[in-house]
């Protein structure tokens, strides 16, 4: 049975939120109350703190790659597999992590060899949105 936010134990509604600070610094405030975190802990709050620990305290941390080099492969890849929200996602925070809208267009376009066309034109219509909404706040 699905439960309300309101019914994600305490311990684990704080580390939700330690981890919600984490993602935030990366893709921009979010309504914790509205976030993955706390929809999918209303059916497994074991499950989904594990989740977020892999990337927010586990992935994102490593030093490998600098976070804008794994945003713009986080770009690539779902480019290549046309998951359309996730895409717009990581273009913000690619913005957020210092990408230019030059770099995330040839990522994109070096996908054409990968995924195809058809990838290739979704994907920058969707940076094209998010572009145009950058300009407009920016002035």
Not at 5 to 23: T, V
Not at 45 to 52: D, F, Q, S
Not at 65 to 74: D, G, I, N
Request: include cysteine; aromatic fraction near 10%.
């Amino acid at each position: 049975m699905i439960r309300s936010s309101k019914e994600i134990s305490e311990k684990n509604r704080e580390r939700i939120l330690q981890l919600h600070k984490i993602r935030e610094a990366l893709f921009g405030p979010n309504d914790v109350e509205k976030s993955n975190f706390v929809k999918w802990a209303g059916f497994d709050e074991e499950l989904t703190i594990k989740v977020a620990e892999f990337f927010y305290d586990g992935m994102y941390k490593r030093q490998k790659l600098t976070q804008r080099e794994r945003e713009l492969c986080a770009i690539a890849a779902l480019t290549a597999t046309r998951a359309e929200k996730q895409l717009r996602t990581h273009i913000t925070a690619a913005r957020n992590v210092g990408a230019s809208q030059e770099e995330i267009g040839e990522v994109i376009f070096q996908m054409i060899a990968y995924a195809g066309m058809p990838a290739f034109v979704n994907a920058m219509d969707i940076a094209y949105d998010i572009f145009c909404a950058e300009d407009a706040e920016n002035g």
